[in-house]
């Protein structure tokens, strides 16, 4: 065994839906993990009838994926790297980028798996509580010395929902070595309403130390294909590629994901529905007592001192959502946002449970 894997926890995934179904004897809506209820583009679904050739490896290289990721943020195709989920690229990051020893900084509460990378290699990870729940660059900044070699900025950020400003990410950009990597991870951007939020695409052509992490799993719907990827300059990119398997991204989360891509008009109603819904969900879990985040994502992180028996009692209600005690937040539970008619189901559920307790 690896000794930087002596301390780790395998992922647990929990029970499945099907074996909670079982358990509480209720249809289950599963509100844990941040995907999209709606689901992806009827699109992908007619492409992926079509699709036959299973008996070929996929293309390693994702030429014509690339090619629309590449017209769209008007960039050329070497400057990204497929993964099988945006997870993928953070571990190929951390294979890629750091030696035993080497530093990541991770301001927390934050996604887990960026710790969990930089610990598989032997690197440190050096956690930085955000205790207001909001990224506060210029503290991080300043605990971000020459010899780190990586920084985790989630933005919007999971599980708290919050942004930071592109005049935030500015000045941190501009304070931080250029020989520090900064990994800007921006799995829900499309959800972001607010107009500070930075401009991913503009700053990528300036700096050479920013890598940019996107997925197919939220707003696109593609979760179960696991498909994601990497924008940088196409030196970084370069590394990335040498430590990629070289079919690691399918046939049919590549085809799905361009089908996926391609229509914008599904796209723009998942967006607009999911915010008209994160605005009266919010409403009316305010309207109940409940103090929450300002989320610009998918999802809201909502407090209350018996998070744990909280989340419990929606679960017997039929609705599973996510305990954030792993966070470091027992105090909190977090909500997928869904359709309106599951949005007002799960009202009910609330107002029911706060009333037991
Ligand atoms: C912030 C963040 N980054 C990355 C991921 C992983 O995305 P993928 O499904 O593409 O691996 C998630 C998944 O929940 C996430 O919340």
Redesign the pocket.
Known sequence: MQESIKDLIPYDPGLTIEQLEKQIGKTMVKLS??ESLWGPSPHVYELLRQKTALNYYPDGAAVRLKQLLAEDWELAPDYFCM?N????I?FLLANSFLNPGDEAVIPTP??S?YETAVRIVGGKATLVPQPELTFNLEEIASLTGRNTKMVFL?NP??PTGTIFSAQALKAFLAQVSPQTLVIL?E??CHYVQDAQYPSSRELVRQYENLII?R????VFGL?AL???YAVASPKLIRELEKVRAPYNVNSLAQAAAIAAWQDKPYLQKVVDETCTERTRLIQRLQECGLKLLPSQANFVLIRHAQAILVAELLLQEGFLVRNTASFGLPDWFRVTIGPAEKMDSFMEAVRKVLQVI
Request: some cysteine; hydrophobic content about 35%; aromatic content about 12%.
């Open positions: 993990a941040n993964g989920g945006a997870d993928e953070i934050t996604f798996s989630c950020n999971n991870d799995a829900y992490l997925t197919f799993s939220k979760a696991r498909i994601g």
